[in-house]
């Protein structure tokens, strides 16, 4: 099984800046599409973004030119660089992980961490 463990979440300003982790174990690490998701209180668990097996990246509108995920394999991780924060942006981010092929449905993901709160305040 794959484990998934978050990190980096905390209280922002409007305008700064994050960086989340997501450290994995078990399973061979590189052969996994790697996600963010975040859910907001009251609302559905939405896809944030993904980052393939090849490094293919992909971004929710609502996030694009201003999140950033990546991977490191040597050290299992995956990171979401998180600029220009707003306060839309507050909710529980949650690192998930597939075999294979990148989705944005986050139904489709096997493995889930257990989440890291942001919030971002005006």
């Known amino acids: 099984q794959v484990q998934l463990v978050e990190s980096g979440g905390g209280l922002v300003q409007a305008g700064g800046s994050l960086r989340l982790s997501c450290a994995a174990s078990?399973?061979?690490?590189?052969?996994?599409?790697m996600g963010w998701f975040r859910q907001a209180p009251g609302k559905e668990r939405e896809f944030v973004a993904a980052?393939?097996?090849?490094?293919?990246?992909y971004y929710a509108d609502s996030v694009k030119g201003r999140f950033t995920i990546s991977r490191d394999n040597a050290k299992n991780t995956v990171y979401l660089q998180m600029n220009s924060l707003k306060p839309e942006d507050t909710a529980v981010y949650y690192c998930?992980?597939?075999?294979?092929?990148?989705?944005?449905?986050?139904?489709?993901?096997?493995?889930w961490g257990q989440g890291t709160q942001v919030t971002v305040s005006s």
């Open positions: 998930a992980s597939r075999w294979s092929t990148v989705v944005t449905e986050a139904n489709l993901y096997a493995y």
């Open positions: 980052i393939s097996r090849s490094g293919s990246l």
């Open positions: 078990g399973g061979t690490f590189s052969m996994y599409a």
